[in-house]
């Protein structure tokens, strides 16, 4: 039982790594766009922009032993993937200034 879903991070060299989420699958695009408000001024420093994405997911919950992780693959995921490509500066083929007005619906995958 759970909510699993991942954003992947796509970085500028091609790497990817995956940021698991047990509870919150259903509410990683909103999470994502909230990070990308956030964290506007980053958007050309991919290294801080994941670790934003990353601490808008475990904001209240960073003490906890479980219910978030960090692979560099796809982890038991329930939802379509959300995936940040930092070098286009898209989610999901959605320039960031779009998809924080707008982000996408969970038929629009």
């Given at each position: 039982?759970?909510?699993?879903?991942?954003?992947?991070?796509?970085?500028?060299?091609?790497?990817k790594i995956y940021f698991y989420s047990h509870w919150g699958g259903s509410d990683l695009k909103e999470t994502l766009r909230q990070a990308?408000?956030?964290?506007?001024?980053?958007?050309?420093?991919?290294?801080?922009?994941?670790?934003?994405?990353?601490?808008?997911?475990?904001?209240?919950?960073?003490?906890?032993?479980?219910?978030?992780?960090?692979?560099?693959?796809?982890?038991?995921?329930?939802?379509?993937?959300?995936?940040?490509?930092?070098?286009?500066?898209?989610?999901?083929?959605?320039?960031?200034?779009?998809?924080?007005?707008?982000?996408?619906?969970?038929?629009?995958?």
């Amino acid at each position: 039982m759970g909510d699993r879903g991942n954003i992947v991070f796509k970085y500028t060299d091609g790497n990817k790594i995956y940021f698991y989420s047990h509870w919150g699958g259903s509410d990683l695009k909103e999470t994502l766009r909230q990070a990308l408000i956030r964290g506007k001024e980053r958007w050309e420093d991919e290294s801080y922009l994941a670790r934003i994405v990353f601490c808008e997911m475990v904001k209240d919950d960073i003490e906890d032993l479980t219910g978030y992780g960090i692979a560099p693959y796809e982890v038991d995921n329930e939802h379509p993937l959300v995936t940040v490509d930092t070098k286009l500066q898209t989610v999901n083929g959605i320039p960031f200034e779009d998809y924080i007005k707008n982000p996408i619906k969970e038929d629009e995958y």
